[in-house]
């Protein structure tokens, strides 16, 4: 008999067979591209519907069989796939469901590069690509057509972090037989379950808090039955595989993700309320803020926060704004988030459609991560003081 089991003891021991590996904790790495057969019959057993090439390390490895068993059981999806980045993922899994002539509908919210290849490449290859407002909810039945084969969500939306109903979206889709797809980065599996709430693939950076440690690029997919035949094939059509040792490192971040988020987000929601109270900041953009206009929605939906937030400063002249960036210790400035180390970066004017962004000031993005909190708001607290 299994016992039911908290996620934090399913990051401990899920994907992971000692028995298989002479009592190894960890599952060795496994690099190689030719997989040898004993004999023909072996050869010719191996081979599966519609990818008579299976044994070979495109298709996997006990190393990436071991991370995609352990993200799918996290998800309570039906199984996953690795790639190369975060990016790489959402492409694809948009590609996995399209044809040309179809309609995606993608909140105007959403991941920027995520943006540009719907505006770029979808819409080169015939398929209608429409933003919707983030906060539409069921009122995105009014934006479906006939046509409309995926609906595009991300929760909270990248960079202005609005929270979405992803239930009701979910419904809308299905009723007129769309695809649902989202990116979890943000919460992680951990944090928002996104089969439950009627997700059909959900997209992780596993750069980011899966791997942990800034030292890594890997993307995931997790579908459900329904959907997983469809991303499997397009995963093979494409070419799409991770590297061994990126996976490992994947798996070795898996295991402390429950403390290392429960730290990222007791620091960012302590350093989100001191900034609240800073003279220089117009508004904090951070759904686990009581008064943040999500704040409903993450509650019932959500199990947690991560770091990551925004916020907007008081409009600056550059010079200014160079001061504030000069005057930090303790926070970096960089791309990608989700690692151990505090990061702030300025951010453009996100490009809306659908939402036009009416904030006035500096939009800033923020990602807390695991040195002491009360060093990170004196050190925030500094930074803005000297430009006050």
């Given at each position: 008999m299994t016992l039911s089991r908290a996620p934090a003891t399913t990051l401990v021991h899920t994907g992971r067979d000692s028995q298989r590996f002479d009592g190894m904790v960890n599952t060795p790495v496994f690099?190689?591209?030719?997989?040898?057969?004993?004999?023909?019959?072996?050869?010719?057993?191996?081979?599966?519907?519609?990818?008579?090439?299976?044994?070979?390390?495109?298709?996997?490895?006990?190393?990436?069989?071991?991370?995609?068993?352990?993200?799918?059981?996290?998800?309570?999806?039906?199984?996953?796939?690795?790639?190369?980045?975060?990016?790489?993922?959402?492409?694809?899994?948009?590609?996995?469901?399209?044809?040309?002539?179809?309609?995606?509908?993608?909140?105007?919210?959403?991941?920027?590069?995520?943006?540009?290849?719907?505006?770029?490449?979808?819409?080169?290859?015939?398929?209608?690509?429409?933003?919707?407002?983030?906060?539409?909810?069921?009122?995105?039945?009014?934006?479906?057509?006939?046509?409309?084969?995926?609906?595009?969500?991300?929760?909270?939306?990248?960079a202005t972090f609005e929270m979405q109903d992803i239930p009701a979206m979910a419904d809308v889709a299905h009723a007129a037989g769309a695809w649902v797809v989202m990116d979890n980065t943000w919460a992680t599996p951990m944090f928002f379950k996104p089969v439950e709430h009627g997700v059909d693939i959900s997209v992780q950076a596993a750069t980011k808090y899966i791997v942990g440690h800034s030292d890594a690029l890997l993307g995931v997919a997790t579908a459900n039955?329904?959907?997983?035949?469809?991303?499997?094939?397009?995963?093979?059509?494409?070419?799409?595989?991770?590297?061994?040792?990126?996976?490992?490192?994947?798996?070795?971040g898996l295991r402390t993700l429950s403390v290392r988020l429960q730290q990222h987000w007791a620091n960012g929601l302590q350093l989100a309320q001191a900034l609240q109270a800073h003279p220089m900041v117009r508004r904090v953009l951070h759904p686990a803020l009581p008064g943040d206009p999500g704040h409903a929605v993450w509650r019932r939906d959500c199990l947690g926060a991560s770091g990551l937030f925004g916020m907007v400063l008081q409009p600056l002249s550059q010079p200014n704004l160079h001061r504030f960036f000069e005057r930090l210790e303790l926070f970096g400035i960089g791309l990608s988030w989700g690692g151990y180390e505090s990061l702030a970066l300025p951010m453009d004017r996100p490009v809306r459609s659908a939402r036009p962004w009416v904030e006035e000031g500096v939009l800033v993005r923020v990602h807390a991560g695991l040195e002491c909190a009360d060093d990170l708001v004196r050190d925030m607290t500094q930074a803005l003081d000297h430009i006050s």
């Open positions: 690099r190689g591209s030719t997989i040898l057969a004993d004999n023909l019959t072996q050869w010719e057993a191996r081979k599966t519907p519609g990818n008579p090439m299976a044994s070979y390390g495109r298709f996997g490895n006990p190393t990436t069989r071991a991370l995609e068993q352990a993200i799918a059981q996290l998800e309570g999806g039906h199984r996953s796939w690795l790639f190369p980045s975060g990016l790489s993922a959402c492409t694809h899994s948009l590609l996995a469901l399209v044809q040309q002539g179809d309609h995606v509908l993608m909140t105007d919210s959403v991941y920027g590069p995520t943006r540009q290849f719907a505006t770029q490449v979808l819409s080169r290859l015939g398929v209608q690509v429409d933003f919707f407002d983030p906060l539409i909810g069921a009122g995105l039945s009014a934006l479906m057509r006939p046509n409309t084969r995926v609906v595009f969500v991300e929760s909270p939306g990248s039955a329904r959907a997983w035949h469809l991303l499997e094939k397009a995963a093979h059509d494409f070419g799409q595989t991770a590297g061994p040792d990126d996976v490992f490192l994947a798996l070795r």
